[in-house]
């Protein structure tokens, strides 16, 4: 079994848990995309469980999919099935934008619900979940229509049923986005800021004070659309913390983000009793 990095708080929770599980979700070229599941430890597959896919972040040309591995180990303690994806990153020297990200990350949700039924999950219970541009591509698949791969099974919705988003850059407009360098004049086909609707999903947001990517006010405008577009979006600020502030390195705050987030889907009725997690 993995040894989390923080096993101080989870090694108690984790006595039973399963061994994570790969699959191919996707081939681009000679390339196999892969993804890990954790399952909860009284998984089966006939189980009909929320589930929750991650996105690393990393300005989408770096990082890796285990960035989220501790979020998902104590999650799947929790009773959710807990995705982490591996998707293509943006070539050296190329300045355009995030298309294969896009593509990749409609890609893996089209996978996850395509065989919700044999995965133990409940195909209307699939959230998604990621840091930065891992947050970019989380609120992409759960508020932006269009950029599909062309191979994909487009009969198979991508769409998450609920957000988690940590310091993402989910906005690429000109007035104070990310990336907008990159999208140039097609902000408005990549920036999930500039594609609200009466039906996304519920959000929750968590915001360093001290981002220096992601402006405040940038994240309190997105949750003032959402809410006067009637949709639920909680947004959590932390005084004095910078962009990653919820990575594992920072006991505190990945403590206290992961557990709003366990508040957050209990709300919605997606997890059940009171948070496990243990405070450092």
Same mark, same amino acid.
């Given at each position: ?43 089966? &597959? ?31 303690? $929790? ?8 998707? $293509? ?7 355009? !934008? ?6 990749? &990350? ?6 996850? $619900?395509? $065989? &919700? ?21 989380? &609120? ?27 310091? !993402?850059?989910?906005?690429?407009? !000109? ?106």
């Amino acid at each position: 079994m993995r040894l989390p990095l923080l096993s101080f708080l989870l090694c108690p929770l984790l006595a039973g848990a399963a061994e994570p599980i790969t699959h191919v979700y996707k081939k681009a070229g000679e390339r196999e995309l892969k993804l890990t599941i954790v399952n909860p430890p009284d998984w089966k &597959a006939s189980d009909q469980r929320p589930a929750m896919v991650f996105f690393h972040g990393g300005g989408w040309v770096g990082g890796k999919p285990t960035q989220f591995t501790e979020h998902s180990d104590y999650l799947a303690t $929790r009773g959710l099935v807990c995705i982490q994806v591996e998707y $293509r990153l943006i070539k050296k020297n190329d300045k355009g !934008p995030p298309i294969d990200c896009v593509h990749d &990350a409609k890609s893996a949700m089209r996978w996850v $619900r395509g $065989r &919700a039924a044999e995965l133990g999950i409940d195909p209307n219970r699939i959230g998604a979940g990621g840091g930065s541009a891992g947050g970019h591509l989380a &609120a992409f698949v759960g508020m932006v229509e269009g950029l599909d791969d062309s191979q994909d099974d487009l009969k198979i919705s991508p769409k998450a049923n609920v957000l988690a988003l940590f310091n !993402p850059v989910f906005d690429n407009g !000109p007035d104070q986005g990310w990336g907008t360098a990159r999208v140039g004049e097609r902000y408005k086909e990549f920036s999930p800021a500039h594609n609200i609707t009466s039906d996304d999903p519920p959000a929750v947001i968590f915001l360093g004070t001290n981002d220096k990517l992601i402006p405040v006010a940038v994240v309190e405008r997105f949750k003032a659309n959402m809410e006067k577009a009637g949709v639920r979006c909680e947004g959590h600020f932390y005084e004095k913390q910078g962009h990653g502030f919820f990575n594992t390195k920072n006991p505190e705050f990945f403590y206290k983000t992961l557990l709003a987030m366990d508040k957050f889907l209990t709300s919605l009725g997606w997890l059940k009793g009171e948070p496990t997690l243990k405070q450092p």
